[in-house]
C-alpha cells in the first residue's frame, strides 16, 4: 500500500506566550534540555533559565527577557521533538513576530547562538522604542479586514497582528487605540480589548528599534535555509540571504500576516501544523481557519508526549 506523505508545518510562538515555569519539566527530565538552557545562559552572560523557570512575572514579560526566553523554549521544543521522533519530516516552518527567527534557526538559517543573541536585542531595542514612546496595542474581534482597516484610517492606529478571521490585533498611541476601541464598539465588534504590553509593537513606534537591528543583522551570516520559512511581512516563502535580514528589519513596523501565511501553506496541501514553544495560540488560530488540520502542540513534557504518541505509526 502507497503511503501518502502530510505535508507538515512547524510553527513557533510569539511574544505574549510566555509564562512563568515554561520549559522548566523539560529540563528537570531531559538532561539534554538542560544543556540547551545552559548554553544559552552562557551564550546571553545572564541566568535566563532561572527568569523563565521562576519569573518574577514582571520581569519575565520584559520585552528583553520574554523574547529570547521564547525563542528558547522553541527552540528546545524542536530539539527534543526531533530526538523524539528521528523519522520526522517537515517541509516548511513559520513564526509569529519574534518566532520567525526560531522558524529560521530551526531551518538552518542562522545559528541558535545568533538567533539567540539577535532576540535577545532585538527585544531590548524595541523595549527602548516603548519606554521613549507612548504606545499601546488593542484586539478587535468580530470584524473583518476591510472594517478594521477603516477603523485605523479614521483613528490613526495600524493593524499589527491578522492572527485569524475575525481576529486582528491593532497598534498605535494610547490615544489612537483608546480611539480605535471606542469606534470598534460602534461598529459592532463584539470585544475590543487593550493588551498587557509595553508599547506599540509592529507600528512606526517602533522605528527607532528597526534601525538599530538592522545595523545587528548586516553582521549575521545567513545560510541557505533547508525548507521554506514564511515571511511575517509578505506571507510568502523567505528567499536569498539579504531578503531575510531585509525582511527580518521590515517586521518590526510592518503588521503580521499570519492569517495569510498560514492560508499559503494551506494551499500549498499543508494538513499537519506543529506548534513549537509556551502555549497553543497559533493552534487556536488554524482551527478557526482550517478546523480539518491537524494541530499539534509541544510546550511541555506532556504535550510532548502527545505529540510523540500521535506521530508515531499505530
Known amino acids: 500500500m502507497l503511503m501518502t506523505h502530510t505535508k507538515t508545518a512547524l ?23 538542560r544543556a540547551w538552557f545552559d548554553r544559552a545562559n552562557e551564550a546571553l552572560g545572564y541566568d535566563l533559565a532561572r527568569i523563565c523557570f521562576e519569573g518574577p512575572e514582571d520581569q519575565l514579560a520584559k520585552t528583553e527577557h520574554a523574547q529570547p526566553g ?5 527552540w528546545i521544543a ?6 523524539r521522533v528521528p523519522a520526522l519530516e517537515w517541509d516548511a516552518a513559520a513564526g509569529l513576530s519574534l518566532g520567525e527567527f526560531t522558524a529560521i534557526a530551526a531551518a538552518g538559517g542562522m545559528t ?20 521613549s514612546t507612548r504606545g499601546a496595542m488593542a484586539v478587535l474581534l468580530g470584524l473583518d479586514e476591510a472594517q478594521t482597516l477603516d477603523i485605523c484610517a479614521v483613528t490613526g492606529a495600524q493593524p499589527a497582528n491578522y492572527n485569524c478571521p475575525g481576529q486582528i490585533v491593532i497598534s ?20 475590543t480589548a487593550t493588551l498587557p504590553v509595553a508599547g506599540a509593537y509592529h507600528s512606526p ?3 527607532s528599534a528597526q534601525v538599530k537591528l538592522r545595523a545587528l543583522l548586516e553582521q549575521v551570516s545567513f545560510a541557505p535555509l533547508r525548507v521554506p520559512v514564511i515571511s511575517n511581512v509578505t506571507a510568502q516563502p523567505h528567499g536569498t540571504a539579504e531578503e531575510i535580514a531585509a525582511r527580518l528589519v521590515d517586521q518590526v513596523t510592518a503588521p503580521v500576516r499570519w492569517e495569510a501565511s498560514m492560508r ?3 494551499r500549498q496541501g499543508f494538513s499537519r501544523f506543529i506548534e513549537l514553544g509556551p502555549g497553543a495560540a497559533l493552534s487556536g488560530f488554524m ?9 499539534l502542540q509541544v510546550s511541555d513534557a506532556a504535550s510532548l508526549e502527545a505529540t510523540v504518541a500521535a506521530l508515531s505509526p499505530a
Open 11 to 33: 510553527v513557533f510562538a510569539g511574544q505574549g506566550a510566555q509564562k512563568t515555569g515554561m520549559g522548566k519539566d523539560w529540563a528537570e527530565q531531559f538532561p539534554e534540555a
Open 70 to 74: 521564547i525563542f528558547l523554549v522553541g
Open 78 to 83: 524542536f530539539e527534543l521533538l526531533r530526538k
Open 112 to 131: 541558535f547562538e545568533d538567533g539567540l543573541r539577535l532576540v535577545r536585542e532585538r527585544g531590548r531595542f524595541m523595549q527602548e522604542a516603548c519606554e
Open 172 to 191: 498605535g498611541s494610547v490615544e489612537q487605540i483608546q480611539a480605535a476601541c471606542e469606534l470598534g464598539k460602534q461598529r459592532g465588534a463584539k470585544k
Open 205 to 207: 513606534l517602533m522605528a
Open 264 to 266: 499559503y501553506l494551506l
Open 287 to 295: 482551527k478557526r481557519m482550517d478546523p480539518n488540520a491537524q494541530r
